[in-house]
């Protein structure tokens, strides 16, 4: 990008301290309010947070490993076990061995799961919708940079093969 970043961008690149914690104070509300749906739901079922992103990325891949959901969430084995035992035997998610390796879980939600997965998407793409609605395209893709240039550069590596599939 050019020096300044265009029309009213040179602002953008000498930003105090004071907008930066407004930003970061910003995001941490941002979160409060993107979580609180699901929150919600997730707590009639006893789960939390962990159990989401699990039932996410589940459905994201079905089939997905267990190996790769350990690397995608970034939890330890003995968390991640905690929370796929609880799904498995709610009837919410299924582990099947693999066919060439045996030592192998492949992870796929079951009806159950895939209901709860769109209760638990449908409330977090609504509020995303009206919140993209509000802003505008150019703020639409301008979130998204900034989101995209804030993860670490393996974590975006994983996001990108993500949108590919």
Known sequence: ????????????????????RKGIEAMFFAYRGFTADPDRILQEYGYGRAHHR????????PGTTVNNLL??????????????????????VESVVGTRDKRERH???TEAGATLERELSDAQRARMRAAYRQA?????????TVLEAMMDPELHRRFVALKEN
């Open 107 to 109: 992870l796929y939600l």
């Open 71 to 92: 690397s995608i969430l970034g939890v330890t084995k003995q968390s991640l076990n905690r929370v796929l035992r609880a799904l498995i035997e709610d009837g919410l």
């Open 136 to 144: 505008g395209p150019e703020a639409v893709t301008g979130f998204r």
């Open 1 to 20: 990008m050019a020096e300044g970043g265009g029309p009213g961008g040179e602002s953008l690149l000498f930003l105090t301290d004071e907008q930066l």
């Open 54 to 61: 699990a039932i996410h990325f589940i459905n994201r891949s």
